[in-house]
């Protein structure tokens, strides 16, 4: 089965940073545009930041922007999420997800969209205490 695999979860200050990971177990990710979604209690799922294939094209949220950092190594068919300054309110699951090819999602300023991304991960957990 192909699946996407998040790692770097885990309970962090808040003012401070962590980095998730994104692998691929059985596909690269080369050929696929890659976003980092968050879902928090009660509240639905948020698209947070967004690549495209190369690396070359990235988009995030308003609420994020100046804050995470998303990037990728296609030779290692990873794809991180730099968090910094972080907050309680960015206390959620962390789920990243695959769409092939180009996504209106990458387009700056567009809405990362749930459904333009069609493999996603089983998710990691990122607490931040107060």
């Known amino acids: 089965q192909l699946q996407l695999v998040e790692s770097g979860g885990g309970l962090v200050q808040s003012g401070g940073s962590q980095t998730l990971s994104c692998t691929a177990s059985r596909f690269t990710l080369n050929y696929y545009a890659i976003a980092w979604f968050r879902q928090a209690p009660g509240k639905e799922r948020e698209g947070v930041a967004c690549?495209?294939?190369?690396?070359?094209?990235?988009n995030y949220a308003d609420s994020v922007k100046g804050r995470f950092t998303i990037s990728r190594d296609n030779a290692k068919n990873t794809v991180w999420l730099q968090m910094n300054n972080l907050k309680p309110e960015d206390a959620a699951v962390y789920y990243c997800?695959?769409?092939?090819?180009?996504?209106?999602?990458?387009?700056?300023?567009?809405?990362?969209?749930?459904?333009?991304?069609?493999?996603w991960g089983q998710g990691t957990q990122v607490t931040v205490s107060s």
């Open positions: 997800a695959a769409g092939a090819g180009w996504v209106p999602s990458l387009t700056h300023g567009e809405e990362i969209k749930v459904g333009e991304f069609d493999r």
């Open positions: 690549i495209s294939n190369s690396g070359g094209t990235s």
